[in-house]
Structures are given as C-alpha cells and as structure tokens.
C-alpha cells in the first residue's frame, strides 16, 4: 500500500510542467506600462514584481493564479492555461484605472484655541483687481512719475527747450515774475484770503526747563 501511494505522488509530481511567464502590465485606456506592479502567484504564495516599463518575467506553473495589484488600479486575475506546447507563455495583462475620492482635509497653521482670534484678526487677501486698481491710481502714479529720471528724449528735449529760451534772451535781461501781473493778481488774492497771517499761538504755556534736570547746567 505505501509502494502505490509513493508511486502516484512521483506520477502526479512528473505531470507538473515549468514554464518561463512574461509579459506586461499596462493601463487599459492608454497602455502605457504600470510601473513595478506586484504579480502574486496566489496557490503558492510567491510574489513578483514588474520593471520600470511595466515588464515582468518569472518560473511559473501551468494552471498558477496570478493576482495582479498596483496602488490606483483594480486587481486583476490571470490563471495560466495547462497543456500548453512550449515551455515558454507571454501575455498582455490590461488593468484599469481605480479612483478613490478621500474627505477634504484642512490643514491650519495655528492651533484649534488660537483659530478665534487669529480668524478675527485676519483680513481678507486683497484681489487681483483691487490691487490692480490700487497700482493705477492717478495720485500713485503722479508720485511715482515725480521719482522717475527723465528718460533720452525727455532729457533731450528739455535740453533744447533750456538752450533756446537762453537763446532767445542772448544780450538782454530776462523777464522776472515781479513784472508779471498774473503772479501780482495771485498774491493779491491770497493776500486777501490770509495766508500769509501768523497762525495763532496755543492757550497751553510751553513748559520752562528745569536747569537741574539738564547736565549741562
């Protein structure tokens, strides 16, 4: 009895056919390779893993389970064929796409007590067009217009204009503002309205130093 059962284990052993397993792992709607995809042969618990490029190629047995997994794909299952005709079985195995939408996580970079005050606190972050509206106001741009040099022509022009107003008055005077009647007619007025009065002292004394509190003294 122990003769037969020795003889069919070494039967049963002799049938198993070892064959070379390769191919690919590829996305099923572009086929590009999956990179390092993991190829576990289920009823005899090995593990493979595929190349750069999506490739793979290991010993297997005819009949194997293959469990084909990558982190955003589905599984997918292969099982070898039997009685195949060479020792050698390549496939192309296709896995699709597996998308898993996780809950918004806010991440704050101050503690949950400070988050009141700091919320208060906090204001708004200015827009694009408010900022551009800030930057094009006329009041900005005329001060900082004032700070600007004169560029090539308008240095160039303001040369010429100097050299032929001294051109124009070459062996004479030149007029002054005291003869000018606009300018009297303006201090005239702003005569009348009081600007040049001396502005009125305050009712608070001014405070007389104290000669001990001043080293020099």
Do not use: C
Request: hydrophobic share 35%; charged share 20%; proline share 8%.
């Amino acid at each position: 009895m122990l003769l037969v059962f020795a003889f069919q284990a070494f039967s049963q052993k002799k049938d198993i056919k070892v064959i070379q397993f390769s191919g690919y792992v590829l996305t099923a709607d572009s086929l590009i390779g999956i990179p390092f995809a993991h190829v576990t042969i289920m009823n005899r618990g090995r593990v493979a893993e595929a190349g750069p490029d999506g490739y793979f190629s290991f010993a297997a047995v005819e009949s194997d389970t293959l469990y084909f997994t990558s982190v955003g794909f589905k599984p997918a299952v292969y099982i070898i064929p039997t009685k195949l005709e060479g020792d050698k079985y390549s496939v192309v195995q296709p896995m699709t796409r597996s998308v898993n939408y996780l809950p918004t996580t806010y991440i704050f970079p101050w503690r949950r007590e400070d988050f009141h005050e700091v919320f208060m606190e906090t204001h708004p972050p200015e827009t694009d067009l408010e900022r551009a509206k800030r930057n094009l106001d006329r009041e900005r741009l005329a001060a900082a217009g004032a700070k600007l040099e004169p560029d090539g022509p308008s240095a160039a022009a303001q040369s010429l204009r100097a050299s032929s107003a001294a051109r124009y008055y070459y062996g004479q005077t030149a007029p002054q503002n005291i003869f000018n009647p606009l300018a009297w007619a303006n201090f005239i007025q702003a005569w009348k309205n009081g600007d040049f009065k001396k502005k009125e002292k305050s009712d608070t004394p001014t405070p007389t130093p104290d000669p001990t509190s001043n080293p020099q003294y």
